[in-house]
T-cell receptor, first 108, second 116 residues
Framework: LAKTTQPISMDSYEGQEVNITCSHN???????ITWYQQFPSQGPRFIIQ???TKVTNEVASLFIPADRKSSTLSLPRVSLSDTAVYYC?????????FGAGTRLFVKA | EAGVTQFPSHSVIEKGQTVTLRCDPI?????LYWYRRVMGKEIKFLLHFVKESKQDESGMPNNRFLAERTGGTYSTLKVQPAELEDSGVYFC??????????????FGPGTRLTVL
């Protein structure tokens, strides 16, 4: 299972685009990149998943370069309610390994 | 459609007592997982059920923890006897199944366990 590294914390302002980069140098061929969001006193919530290139849904975009050694979660125009912890996971099987995550704080 | 539910939301017990946590997965989900986060640490995988069978229990800390999923529906996680280091938040997740790459896990709100 590939280890992921991401910034411990980030600050942003409402309306800005936020990009959180995750490093996964030892990613395996079968691994998918998955991002979760977690609010206090709640369980993690699935945001987006991808294998390579770009994936977009109604919440976020995920950019994965050709070498797949990193990925970037992009949150367009964040609001105060996007303040949460964001986890990047490299997952090739059913077992999910969580790292420390990135604590995003959105200010008014 | 209801999400993953967990009961109780909080539990406070004394060292040496027994506690049973319950998880009700999303209806129709064959896969059920237990995770926990102890204070200051990362969320750790405990085990994975496929229907009523334990697929992977490599994360179970010791034999004081017993997980069951009779009938392949809800699951229970029993801690007996509880120790101080068992305090933390226990999360349950479920997924439909199929291939691992398409397996999106949906998490419950967690049970906060405090052992005094």
């Amino acid at each position: 299972l590939a280890k992921t590294t991401q910034p411990i914390s980030m600050d942003s302002y409402e309306g800005q685009e936020v990009n959180i980069t995750c490093s996964h140098n030892n990613i395996a061929t079968n691994d998918y990149i998955t991002w979760y969001q977690q609010f206090p006193s709640q369980g993690p919530r699935f945001i987006i998943q991808g294998y390579k290139t770009k994936v977009t849904n109604e919440v976020a975009s995920l950019f994965i370069p050709a070498d797949r050694k990193s990925s970037t979660l992009s949150l367009p125009r964040v609001s105060l309610s996007d303040t949460a912890v964001y986890y990047c996971l490299a997952r090739g099987g059913f077992k999910t390994i969580f790292g420390a995550g990135t604590r995003l704080f959105v200010k008014a | 459609e209801a999400g993953v539910t967990q009961f109780p939301s909080h539990s406070v017990i004394e060292k040496g007592q027994t506690v049973t946590l319950r998880c009700d997965p999303i209806s129709g989900h064959d896969n059920l997982y237990w995770y926990r986060r102890v204070m200051g640490k990362e969320i750790k995988f405990l085990l994975h059920f496929v229907k009523e069978s334990k697929q992977d229990e490599s994360g179970m800390p010791n034999n004081r923890f017993l997980a069951e999923r009779t009938g392949g529906t809800y699951s229970t996680l029993k801690v007996q006897p509880a120790e101080l280091e068992d305090s933390g938040v226990y999360f349950c997740a479920s997924s439909q199944g199929g291939t691992a790459k398409s397996d999106t896990q949906y998490f419950g709100p967690g049970t906060r366990l405090t052992v005094l």
